[in-house]
């Protein structure tokens, strides 16, 4: 099932490298509304998006859409395996964690458990129509989330990737946390429901 696994994760990320500029470009402006649209986006406090590397959709134009009362936050890694988050706006100092993401220099002090924030965008390897992902098997967010298993959200947790990462099923692990949303360029998919 791990190699299995690991062979999906690897031809997935060779593709979405594949993208052209031009349709990587429009797909930040369409994911950005999709995220902007979702019944549960938040119209004030903490909301977490990621760093894109590797392919995956930039999110730099949902957070300069979202709300004023609305803070834009980064994942930082912590020492227990866990995110964290920081406040982060274009130009605040950043440094290279141990997988070379930028993330924003801050103390670890003032860092925000996941649970603060009200919606994180949630970077996708793969993803199914019921809203089951495929991450890059370091199980950050799994652990991170590993809370919303026992209780209702928020945070929400909305999978951002293009509609070319969607496979059929995917199977899903029992330490996986399922998403609430899944925002491509082309079309939402919520958990339990049909695409919107």
Same mark, same amino acid.
């Given at each position: ?6 062979? *999906? ?9 594949? !993208?052209?500029?031009?349709?990587? !470009? ?9 995220? *902007? ?9 903490? %909301? ?20 004023? +009362?609305? !803070? ?8 227990? &395996? ?18 070379? !993401? ?19 965008? %949630? ?20 652990? +991170?989330?590993?809370?919303?298993? +026992?209780?209702?959200? =928020? =945070? ?17 692990? =029992?330490?996986?946390?399922?998403? &609430?949303?899944?925002?491509?360029? +082309? ?10």
């Amino acid at each position: 099932m791990t190699a299995d696994r690991n062979a *999906l994760r690897s031809g997935l990320r060779q593709l979405r490298r594949a !993208i052209p500029a031009a349709q990587r !470009i429009a797909a930040a402006e369409a994911v950005a509304d999709r995220l *902007l649209c979702l019944l549960f986006a938040p119209v004030e406090g903490y %909301v977490a998006g990621y760093w894109a590397l590797d392919g995956e959709i930039a999110l730099h134009a949902w957070q300069l859409r979202l709300p004023p +009362s609305v !803070i834009y936050c980064l994942p930082v890694l912590h020492e227990d &395996d866990r995110l964290r988050f920081a406040p982060w706006r274009p130009g605040d100092a950043l440094v290279s964690n141990r997988y070379g !993401i930028p993330e924003p220099d801050v103390a670890s002090t003032s860092l925000l458990d996941a649970d603060a924030m009200q919606l994180v965008a %949630v970077p996708t390897v793969g993803f199914d129509a019921q809203c089951h992902r495929l991450g890059m098997g370091g199980g950050w967010y799994d652990r +991170s989330f590993a809370f919303l298993q +026992s209780r209702p959200a =928020p =945070p929400w947790l909305a999978g951002v990737a293009f509609s070319a990462q969607r496979i059929d099923a995917l199977s899903a692990q =029992p330490w996986d946390v399922r998403l &609430d949303a899944i925002c491509t360029e +082309s079309e939402s998919f919520l958990a339990d429901t049909q695409p919107a």
